[in-house]
């Protein structure tokens, strides 16, 4: 088996729930051992990280941190590098560039996971700065899948409960005004909905008509999948 470094991304609850997904999923698939994990907690300030979400500013100042973390992942001795955190992977190709081991993609296995279950149109709820720099409209674009994307108002709405998310501050109101923000895409005929912000499946959203696909989940699978090769 494999070793998988994790970088932990904006929240601590996003990595805690994806390090138990992963343990618990590579349980169920092979009894024999337990998963080798090492997990990087990113010092990152709580002043940077609250403007990257709310403000989409300051991105900048964030890829040293993560640099650093992976090099001490290979260091310790991963096989490969994962980071549960769709904003992150704005960085993806400078921390490719700073280890010698892979960094497996939250997009590239979205991708994979629509194309094989034959979605050809999907709405797309993330951070401002997921949006702004297109990680999965321009991966749909080069795969020939169709989108949706929310409205300003409508961002500007999520940018406020993703910082309520992180910082442990989750409430009903926002869990509702999210379910409102998908039922706006079931107007636009989408074959489902992703959460293209790992943070947004703590608010357990469900929709009567309207499929919806945590990107989390879809990584943690195939973190385990890579694990177990």
């Known amino acids: 088996m494999k070793t998988v470094g994790i970088i932990g991304g904006l929240g601590p609850e996003t990595t805690s729930e994806f390090y138990l997904d992963v343990v618990f999923s590579c349980q169920k698939k092979d009894k024999t ?19 990257a979400i709310a403000k989409n500013l300051g991105f900048e100042r964030i890829p040293p941190f993560l640099i650093e973390e992976a090099k001490r ?8 590098i994962v980071m549960p955190c769709n904003s992150l992977h ?9 280890v010698d081991i892979p960094v497996l993609s939250i997009v590239d296995e979205t991708v994979k996971f629509l194309k094989k279950n034959n979605l050809n ?9 997921t949006i702004k720099n297109k990680l999965y409209e321009n991966a749909f ?3 020939k899948i169709g989108y949706e994307t929310p409205d ?12 309520n998310l992180v910082t442990g501050m989750q409430n009903n109101k926002d869990r509702e005004e999210l379910i409102q923000i998908i039922s706006d895409f079931d107007k636009k005929n989408v074959d489902c909905v992703v959460l293209a912000c790992t943070d947004l ?7 009567p008509t309207l499929k919806i696909f945590d990107t989390m989940k879809i990584f943690a699978d195939a973190t385990v999948e890579e694990l177990l090769k």
């Open 73 to 80: 992942l290979e260091k310790a001795g991963a096989d490969f």
């Open 90 to 98: 704005v960085f993806i190709k400078e921390i490719r560039g700073a």
């Open 33 to 51: 051992h337990r998963p080798s994990i090492i997990i990087a907690s990113v010092p990152l300030p709580y002043k940077i990280e609250e403007e």
């Open 201 to 207: 499946q703590l608010l357990i959203p469900q929709h």
């Open 121 to 129: 149109k999907v709405g797309i709820v993330s951070t401002s700065a």
């Open 141 to 143: 674009a080069e795969n």
């Open 152 to 163: 300003d108002f409508q961002q500007a709405k999520m940018g406020k409960f993703i910082l």
